[in-house]
């Protein structure tokens, strides 16, 4: 038989993941630290799989644990989700979400309107910047909830919710792909992706010139659109019209890249249920691109 896992199992589990500390997640879920150890070895028992790694300092995330981490955050917005349809008392108030400008483009979307149906009285104020400044911002308690890319190891703090490829787009039947030097559409100077791309090239040996610069990749995208410019993006964010770039233009590999989300210190319930929504929409997107370009 499958293994039940309760939902306050969950939950408790979840706040180990994200706080990296048994006694600061008792103080989340409101239970003993002996408690909290008790319930884990319950989890640990119903799926026959160690979670975590316990050192006298901290605790760590197995692999397995790293997996149980998305599923419980999809599992708890369902139950959050249906719990709030069948009218138990609202949560109110405001989180304050940021998200970096060049990824989640699909994703966002979708995970505020799943929100905004599960609680119409929490106004979400979002803030879109650098992934480095993100980061910081929710460190510094001015944000409740970020997302950001390639700015962190997956941690107590910050979670990896996603990954995916980085590749090249151009427009489907164009030519800025051939022309030589090679016209890119990047973000601007201090982006990991510009970096990344523009170090491929250079290792290739391809001349290139820097035709567009945008902070938000909607702007990369439109560049692409109109055919005059090539761009490294997520394969996700290459849909038709466009067309996946590697090889057979002459362009480097760029690898994958990995979204983490953080939770501030101490953050309230409606920002705990935003980021099950988070991770959930995410997961819905994993594997987008592929499906389209197959």
């Known amino acids: 038989m499958l293994p039940s896992l309760e939902i306050d199992l969950?939950?408790?589990?979840?706040?180990?993941?994200?706080?990296?500390?048994?006694?600061?997640?008792?103080?989340?879920?409101?239970?003993?630290?002996?408690?909290?150890?008790?319930?884990?070895?319950?989890?640990?028992?119903?799926?026959?799989?160690?979670?975590?790694?316990?050192?006298?300092?901290?605790?760590?995330l197995t692999e397995e644990g790293?997996?149980?981490?998305?599923?419980?955050?999809?599992?708890?917005?369902?139950?959050?989700?249906?719990?709030?349809?069948?009218?138990l008392p609202e949560v109110e108030g405001r989180i304050r979400f940021g998200?970096?400008?060049?990824?989640?483009?699909?994703?966002?979307?979708?995970?505020?309107?799943r929100f905004a149906g599960t609680h119409p009285h929490?106004?979400?104020?979002?803030?879109l910047d650098a992934s480095r400044n993100l980061r910081s911002a929710c460190d510094r308690g001015d944000l409740d909830l970020a997302i950001y890319t390639n700015s962190a190891e997956a941690n107590g703090r910050s979670t990896r919710i996603h990954e995916e490829e980085l590749v090249w787009i151009g427009r489907k039947h164009g030519i800025a792909s051939e022309r030589r030097p090679l016209p890119l559409a990047i973000a601007e100077a201090g982006c990991s992706w510009r970096d990344r791309a523009l170090d491929g090239?250079?290792?290739?040996?391809?001349?290139?010139?820097?035709?567009?610069?945008?902070?938000?990749c909607q702007g990369q995208?439109?560049?692409?659109?109109?055919?005059?410019?090539?761009?490294?993006?997520?394969?996700?964010?290459?849909?038709?019209?466009?067309?996946?770039?590697?090889?057979?233009?002459?362009?480097?590999?760029?690898?994958?890249?990995?979204?983490?989300m953080r939770l501030r210190e101490n953050a309230?319930?409606?920002?705990?249920?935003?980021?099950?929504?988070?991770?959930?929409?995410?997961?819905?997107?994993a594997g987008l691109g592929e499906r389209l370009f197959a």
């Open 10 to 60: 969950l939950r408790t589990f979840l706040a180990i993941a994200e706080s990296g500390n048994f006694s600061r997640a008792a103080e989340r879920v409101h239970r003993t630290p002996s408690a909290v150890s008790l319930q884990v070895k319950r989890l640990e028992e119903a799926v026959g799989r160690q979670l975590f790694r316990r050192t006298t300092r901290d605790v760590a």
């Open 66 to 87: 790293e997996t149980l981490v998305g599923y419980s955050r999809r599992l708890l917005a369902l139950h959050d989700e249906a719990a709030a349809r069948m009218g």
């Open 99 to 113: 998200a970096p400008n060049d990824s989640g483009i699909y994703a966002i979307p979708k995970m505020l309107g």
């Open 122 to 127: 929490v106004d979400v104020e979002v803030r």
């Open 201 to 216: 090239l250079a290792r290739a040996g391809i001349d290139y010139r820097v035709a567009y610069t945008s902070e938000h």
């Open 221 to 260: 995208i439109a560049a692409v659109e109109a055919d005059l410019a090539v761009a490294p993006l997520p394969l996700s964010v290459a849909r038709p019209p466009f067309v996946r770039l590697g090889s057979e233009a002459g362009l480097p590999e760029l690898g994958r890249y990995d979204v983490y």
């Open 268 to 285: 309230g319930p409606a920002a705990r249920v935003l980021a099950g929504h988070v991770a959930a929409s995410f997961a819905a997107v």
